[in-house]
T-cell receptor
Framework: GQNIDQPTEMTATEGAIVQINCTYQ??????LFWYQQHAGEAPTFLSY??LDGLEEKGRFSSFLSRSKGYSYLLLKELQMKDSASYLC??????????WGAGTKLIIKP | SAVISQKPSRDICQRGTSLTIQCQVD?????MFWYRQQPGQSLTLIAT?????????ESGFVIDKFPISRPNLTFSTLTVSNMSPEDSSIYLC????????????FGPGTRLTVT
């Protein structure tokens, strides 16, 4: 079957760095997405990886290893506004998005 | 990107009634999706609604319960029929853009409570 695993919850300190991991098993693979979702709001697109390696976008970076079925989202210089759920989603061979359950990130002062 | 609006933003409905949720996009898009999200959980795809064809439903969702219309490239509706408390959830529409990534953009969601 198809499956996405990511930690349920993580806690980090303002100004620090946090890495949110995601492992996936899909029928075929056409890329991996990270979304941010603040409580009570819709998910917003953060990043996309289809090739191995690191994609950097400001304070956020996303990494992909296709051979390991693994990705991570790296958040630097954490701010209180980064408190949110982070959703990992893999696109399968039918270009369908398979969603993880999300990681709730709590930022403490 | 795309700007997506949904109506209503929230509603409280009686058991056994139906609610139609509207999704409007500010540009023409081929692919639209309807999701359900239970509190604290991830997104569950209900169906894919492409203009000019019947909606494609995921396992566990049927047309009689969740009829979908897609009359043009900027609009879609999802009806939640014969509601029960188990249908209480957030319903989200999203659109897939034929850009570099094919990422999806989401509407603000409709928070439904069935009593």
């Amino acid at each position: 079957g198809q499956n996405i695993d990511q930690p349920t919850e993580m806690t980090a300190t303002e100004g620090a760095i946090v890495q949110i991991n995601c492992t996936y098993q899909t029928s075929g693979f056409n890329g991996l997405f990270w979304y941010q979702q603040h409580a009570g709001e819709a998910p917003t697109f953060l990043s996309y990886n289809v090739l191995d390696g690191l994609e950097e976008k400001g304070r956020f970076s996303s990494f992909l290893s296709r051979s390991k079925g693994y990705s991570y989202l790296l958040l630097k210089e954490l701010q209180m506004k980064d408190s949110a759920s982070y959703l990992c989603a893999a696109k399968d061979s039918n270009y369908q998005l398979i969603w993880g359950a999300g990681t709730k990130l709590i930022i403490k002062p | 990107s795309a700007v997506i609006s949904q109506k209503p933003s929230r509603d409280i409905c009686q058991r056994g009634t139906s609610l139609t949720i509207q999704c409007q996009v500010d540009s023409q898009v081929t692919m639209m999706f309807w999701y359900r999200q239970q509190p604290g959980q991830s997104l569950t795809l209900i169906a894919t609604a492409n203009q000019g064809s019947e909606a494609t439903y995921e396992s566990g969702f049927v047309i009689d319960k969740f009829p979908i219309s897609r009359p043009n490239l900027t609009f879609s509706t999802l009806t939640v029929s014969n509601m029960s408390p188990e249908d209480s959830s957030i319903y989200l529409c999203s659109v897939g853009l034929a850009g570099d990534f094919g990422e999806q953009y989401f509407g603000p969601g409709t928070r439904l409570t069935v009593t």
